[in-house]
């Protein structure tokens, strides 16, 4: 159901779709063999049979303050004849944000290409380099944590069982080894039975938690495929919280590939 990222992250919406993305991956140097299988068996249950899907989601910043926004999004998601996934973002509301738009193109081992699509300038952003790691449309997201390249860089390890937000959950902590991720250690809390994660830790290079992403409601879906309804990124270095919904969800409609283009962006 989904190849995009950490939270990614999932695929049926444009953030959650990403988080199972980066669970796979080939097997690296100095890594525990059994944990590396274990996200393999998330991403393999998620993904068997996905082709298409779309979904209302709604996206809330909520700052230290209590001030909060929040967005709505079109979420499209099509898995091209090269087996790679291709999503869509369009924002809905509000006024401020509408037609803003995402597109991320799988290239594989967790590395995407994406463009961002601003109305009011009528500019196509391609997102590279530092870049990845800006807040998306200001929120505790990270552009570099909807591609979810993060797991697939590092050496996992398994590292004991431990509940998660009251689920027994597996617990595997995975070591960033490229130099140019703002992230030194990922540690996930993986609940087999669901065959998605239920909490992921983001620490820094110094070993400082900076984000906690936890995921609150998961809807069982046809095939022992999981949907992540509900989510929320706690950004504990400014003390806000970003929280995901998904709605709507439609895995029925044919989409064209041709809407997922960055020529289409904005049309």
């Known amino acids: 159901m989904n190849r995009q990222g950490f939270v990614k ?36 249950k998620n993904s068997s049979g996905f082709q298409t899907g779309q979904s209302k989601t709604s996206i809330t910043l909520t ?8 967005w709505t999004t079109l979420a499209r ?42 109305p009011k300038t009528k500019r196509l952003r391609r997102i590279s380099g530092a870049q990845r790691n800006e807040p998306f449309m200001g929120t505790d997201f990270s552009f ?5 390249k993060n797991a697939q860089t590092g050496a996992a390890q398994l590292v ?25 250690k990922v540690v996930l809390w ?5 065959s ?32 992540m309804e509900k989510l929320r990124m706690l950004n504990h270095l400014r003390n806000s919280v ?3 919904e998904t709605r709507d969800v439609d895995s029925k409609t044919a989409l064209p590939d041709s809407l997922f283009t960055p020529d289409a962006l904005g049309k």
């Open 9 to 44: 992250l999932a695929q049926l919406l444009a953030i959650a779709m990403a988080t199972c993305t980066a669970l796979a991956g080939d097997a690296l140097a100095g890594e525990d063999a059994a944990a590396r299988k274990l996200l393999q068996s998330v991403f393999d």
């Open 160 to 184: 004991g069982a431990e509940t998660a937000g009251g689920v027994p959950c597996t617990k595997v902590e995975v070591a960033i080894a490229d130099p140019a991720d703002v992230y030194g």
């Open 144 to 148: 570099g944590d909807l591609e979810g």
């Open 77 to 118: 998601v099509i898995r091209g004849a090269d087996g790679k996934l291709k999503t869509r973002a369009t924002f809905l509301e509000p006024a401020d944000s509408v037609g803003t738009e995402l597109l991320m193109l799988e290239q594989g081992k967790g590395e995407a290409v994406q463009y961002l699509w601003l």
């Open 242 to 244: 970003t929280t995901v």
């Open 63 to 70: 700052l230290a303050s209590g001030k909060s926004k929040t």
């Open 196 to 227: 998605v994660p239920r909490k992921i830790q983001f620490h820094d290079k110094a070993g400082q938690l900076v984000k906690t992403l936890e995921v609150e409601r998961v809807k069982a879906l046809d095939g022992g495929r999981s949907l």
């Open 190 to 194: 993986i609940d087999e039975k669901a």
